[in-house]
């Protein structure tokens, strides 16, 4: 007869519950194609009735057996949220995983903007303060891993945010408000973002972690505080931005 046995396992490696399986005097058979995946209770209610006692039970122990069961959520530790997670948590928005939310006029018939969005693994739409965005999401709008953008209504052509980048600078600015973290006048957030003030005139278009882009006209021209380089039209930098920001 054996000692009953209870196995406490969180999510962890198949090596790690063959060990602990081991150190409690319990024998495995037949494990080596085993994978414990994401979920770990399946595989081990499977791992549990491959398992024998070892030789050398003491006469007298209770009958066999043996328990498994998760660590209680409440003491378990918790894994720190995905930096997009943590972020739209921060500004208080909920998400609708598959719901839509129709584009910006500005921006749904930009072949270059719709290229780069219809790439997007999943879709959903997120609320924050009584505004509706749509999310787009690489390779999904689950994983932690995930590289999220929220595009919502707003002049000149819409207003966009890597929410993975988040609370470093990332998007598209849109006039008078807005999510994107935004000070004053366009000299101020380049003095900010830059460490310098833009030596032209123009329009905040979009922040890049420590570059702005200005819109003059129908310009679109990067500045870094060292130089300025022309980024063409409006559309085709809002493109290449989003194209940037969904792969990293």
């Known amino acids: 007869m054996s000692v009953k046995s209870v196995l406490v396992l969180d999510k962890t490696s198949l090596a790690k519950a063959c060990k602990a399986l081991a150190d409690a005097d319990i024998e495995v058979l037949a494990h080596d194609s085993l994978d414990f995946g994401a979920d770990p209770l399946p595989k081990l209610a499977e791992l549990v009735a491959k398992v024998r006692p070892a030789q050398g039970s003491m006469p007298g122990d209770p009958p066999q057996g043996m328990q498994v069961s998760a660590v209680d959520p409440v003491s378990a530790p918790q894994a720190p ?25 500005a921006i749904g018939k930009s072949a270059p903007v719709l290229e780069v969005l219809n790439s997007a693994g999943e879709q959903g739409v997120v609320e924050i303060d009584g505004e509706r965005y749509g999310a787009y999401g690489w390779p999904d709008l689950r994983r932690n891993g995930a590289k999220v953008l929220l595009i919502g209504a707003g002049e000149p052509l819409a207003e966009v945010i890597a929410l993975h980048r988040l609370p470093v600078r990332h998007g598209i600015c849109r006039r008078g408000g807005g999510l994107l973290p935004s000070t004053g006048r366009m000299g101020r957030t380049s003095v900010e973002v830059t460490g310098q003030d833009y030596p032209d005139n123009g329009r905040l278009f979009a922040v890049d972690h420590s570059a702005i882009f200005v819109m003059d006209g129908q310009a679109v ?15 085709a930098c809002m493109a290449s931005l989003m194209l940037s920001w969904s792969q990293r």
């Open 81 to 105: 949220l995905a930096p997009w997670r943590r972020a739209l948590a921060e500004l208080g928005g909920s998400l609708a995983i598959g719901a839509r939310e129709p584009l910006p006029p």
């Open 221 to 235: 021209h990067r500045w870094d505080g060292q130089r300025q380089t022309a980024q063409g039209s409006p559309s």
